[in-house]
C-alpha cells in the first residue's frame, strides 16, 4: 500500500513560483514510478509531469514548456516545481503512483488527495 499526501503554497502571483511536494509511506513506494496531473475546474484530468523510479527519467506535457519539473528524493518524497506561472495553471494538482511513468492517469494506482494552486493576476 502506498500513501501519497500533496502540499505547496496553494497561491502566487503571475510569474511566480512554487513547489509542490509529495511525501510517500509504504515500503514499497521506492519501485513505483510518480506523477503529477492538475484538473482545472470543469475540465478533464490532465498529465502534467512523470518519473520513473528505475532511471529516473523525467517527462513533461508539451504545455509546461520548460517551465515545470519532478524530481524525487531519497525515492521517498516527490517534487514539482513550477516556475512562470500562468493563470491558465490554475488547477487542483494530484501526484499519482503507478508501475510506469505513462500520461494516463488510469495507469496509476495510488492517487494523493490533490492541492489547489491559484494563479492570481
Known amino acids: 500500500q502506498v500513501r501519497l499526501v500533496e502540499s505547496g503554497v496553494g497561491r502566487v502571483q503571475v510569474g511566480g513560483s512554487l513547489r509542490l511536494t509529495c511525501p510517500a509511506s509504504?515500503?514499497?513506494?521506492?519501485?513505483?514510478?510518480t506523477g503529477w496531473f492538475l484538473q482545472a475546474t470543469g475540465k478533464e484530468c490532465e498529465f502534467v509531469a512523470a518519473i520513473d523510479w528505475r532511471s529516473g527519467t523525467a517527462y513533461y506535457a508539451s504545455f509546461t514548456k520548460g517551465r515545470f519539473t519532478i524530481s524525487r528524493d531519497n525515492a521517498e518524497t516527490v517534487y514539482l516545481l513550477m516556475n512562470d506561472l500562468e493563470p491558465k495553471d490554475t488547477a487542483v494538482y494530484s501526484c499519482a503512483a503507478g508501475q510506469q511513468p505513462t500520461t494516463l492517469g488510469d495507469d496509476y494506482s495510488y492517487w494523493g488527495q490533490g492541492t489547489r494552486v491559484t494563479v492570481s493576476s
Open positions: 509504504g515500503r514499497s513506494f521506492r519501485f513505483y514510478s
